[in-house]
């Protein structure tokens, strides 16, 4: 079937985005303190706790989606963080602050937080179409 | 397709959150020390900061610390010890220890206004001289001060140019 093909290519792929997101993260932690920091949103400390486990998180969801078990766990977490990115980001576009979105790569070319918002949003359609397949895959079962 | 058990998905997602959530804090469990231990003194800064109304300087970021430094619109201060400033410092940045710039007027030359972009670093961001020199350089009546976290550690990781006499 088509459409199950087209999912399973959105899932792995969105799953590969956030696997590819995390790792330069969990790699270099300070930098991306630095990124979160830079939003000006968590108080000190919690701008570090951020950044050691969101990586992690990005990381699990990734692998999840990816070799497809507990798709649903997965797409639902990855939902909730870009909802939460998306605030972040919107919020740091009201308050004008120039700043990286701190997504992918830390440091290098500076990707915009309207861009990046796009990007996101482009993100949460994936998920929504995987956790709609899932449903519908769910009911099939019975 | 296999079909495991199913528990709860509130549980789940739980668990997945809980599970995230140990294994980032066993990985970065010295930087979360460090930054918990310079973290305590801060908050209570971050609290006094909410009243005293915009004194904390704000963050900038590599790229937009070397973008300013080069293009000249800004000048990096090193809040280290003049030792270290000797051994080594991001080049073209000036010297001003913490503890020098703690009287009343700091000893930063003439051509430094108080309109001039200044850019406080130290040793990255498990140090924090740069955050009290910048507030100390707020309070002085400089009016575009920031701080550059990732401090020199970052600066020289990323490939820019230091100088000193270090050897």
Not at chain 1, 88 to 96: F, H, T
Not at chain 1, 98 to 106: A, H, N, P, V
Request: a positive charge; one cysteine or more.
């Amino acid at each position: 079937m088509k459409r199950i093909d087209f999912v399973m290519v959105l899932r792995i792929a969105l799953g590969g985005v956030f696997i590819y997101a995390a790792i330069p993260k969990i790699v270099d932690p300070v930098a991306f303190a630095g990124s979160v920091a830079a939003y000006r949103i968590l108080p000190y400390f919690w701008n570090y706790v951020a950044a050691a486990v969101l990586p992690f998180l990005e990381l699990i969801c990734g692998v999840l989606l990816v070799l497809g078990i507990r798709v649903r766990t997965g797409a639902l977490i990855i939902g909730a963080l870009n909802l939460v990115f998306m605030v972040a980001l919107a919020s740091a576009i009201v308050r004008g602050l120039d700043i990286d979105c701190g997504c992918f790569r830390q440091g290098g070319e500076k990707t915009t937080p309207w861009i990046a918002l796009a990007r996101d949003a482009v993100f949460l359609a994936m998920t929504a179409a995987v956790l709609r397949y899932e449903r519908i895959r769910a009911a099939q079962r019975f | 397709m296999t079909r495991m058990r199913s528990i709860h998905p509130l549980s789940e997602i739980a668990l997945v959150v809980f599970l995230a959530t140990l294994l980032g804090v066993a990985w970065n469990k010295t930087l979360l020390t460090d930054a918990w231990r310079g973290g305590t003194s801060q908050a209570a800064v971050v609290a006094q900061a909410a009243q005293a109304a915009e004194a904390v300087p704000m963050p900038v970021g590599l790229a937009q610390a070397k973008e300013l430094h080069d293009s000249g619109q800004a000048v990096l201060v090193d809040a280290r010890s003049a030792d270290s400033f000797t051994k080594e410092h991001i080049a073209g940045a000036l010297s001003l220890p913490l503890a020098a710039a703690s009287g009343k007027k700091p000893p930063l030359p003439k051509s430094v206004t108080p309109d001039t972009i200044i850019i406080a670093y130290c040793n990255g961001f498990s140090c924090h001289d740069s955050m009290e020199l910048g507030k100390l350089l707020i309070k002085a009546g400089y009016r575009q001060v920031f701080v550059f976290e990732g401090g020199l550690p970052e600066w020289r990781d990323a490939g820019y140019p230091t100088a000193g006499g270090a050897s």
